[in-house]
């Protein structure tokens, strides 16, 4: 059993660390926020892959909501407005 939570464990962090400059779409929705001071971006990216660690399934299915506004805006632009 330990096997299998040191696995969650691990795939959170590595989900954290690859997803950080993708965070925005994780939590306040597919817009894109202000870059943070370079002073605190490690800070930022200690946190984030933390946070990640622990809650990866739920940030997995709030990045497949964005994607799916993204795409849904997407074909709006695209199509004509009548």
Same mark, same amino acid.
């Given at each position: 059993? %330990?096997?299998y939570i040191?696995? *969650?464990?691990?795939l @959170?962090?590595? *989900?954290?660390?690859?997803?950080? #400059?993708? =965070?925005?779409?994780? #939590?306040? @929705?597919?817009?894109q926020?202000?870059? $943070?001071? !370079?002073? /605190? !971006?490690w @800070? $930022? &990216?200690?946190?984030? /892959?933390?946070?990640?660690? *622990? ?7 709030? @990045?497949? %909501?964005s !994607? =799916?506004?993204?795409a849904?805006?997407? &074909?709006? !632009?695209? #199509?004509?407005?009548?």
């Open positions: 059993m %330990n096997i040191c696995l *969650f464990l691990l @959170g962090l590595v *989900f954290g660390l690859s997803t950080f #400059s993708y =965070r925005h779409l994780f #939590s306040e @929705g597919p817009h926020v202000d870059a $943070a001071e !370079a002073g /605190a !971006a @800070g $930022a &990216r200690v946190l984030w /892959a933390m946070v990640c660690t *622990f809650l990866w399934p739920i940030m997995v299915l709030t @990045g497949l %909501n !994607a =799916r506004i993204l849904k805006r997407k &074909r709006q !632009a695209v #199509s004509p407005q009548h």
